[in-house]
């Protein structure tokens, strides 16, 4: 019998690989890739950061980064702006047409999350909201 360690590790990878797959499905045919959407996702919600830091968040080194900074500015994604008090620092930010596309991708989310949960009850809810953001706080970089 599997401890209950292992059944956890079984089951995350499970939810991380349907996660995964509803992701790639959602962005299907809409000349997207993951790490693009998962750019957009980050300045979506916690809004514009230095480059160093989006690297960080996204888990990719800085030259990969301004690669697809690069791709995302040309499809009028992000735009470069100065840092206001560290001339040092370019920020990234969502243009006009990246906050629609954060908005459209977060509904999506909202609406997977609903579904997921649709059979919970609150504190369950609340539970599992204070389970994930003690794993995210814990996580390991």
Known sequence: MK??????NHAFIEFYEKLSAWELETIKGKGLSLPLIHAVEILGAFGAMPMKKLAEKIGITMGTLTVQVDKMVSADLVKRVAH?????SILVQLTTQGEL?????????????????ASFEEHEIQQLTGFLTKINAGFIK
Do not use: K
Not at 3 to 8: E, M, V, W
Not at 84 to 88: A, L, N, S, V
């Open 3 to 8: 401890s209950n360690t292992a059944q956890l």
């Open 84 to 88: 206001e008090t560290d001339r040092r």
């Open 101 to 117: 596309l954060f908005a459209e991708h977060d509904a999506a989310h909202l609406q997977l999350t609903q579904c997921l949960t």
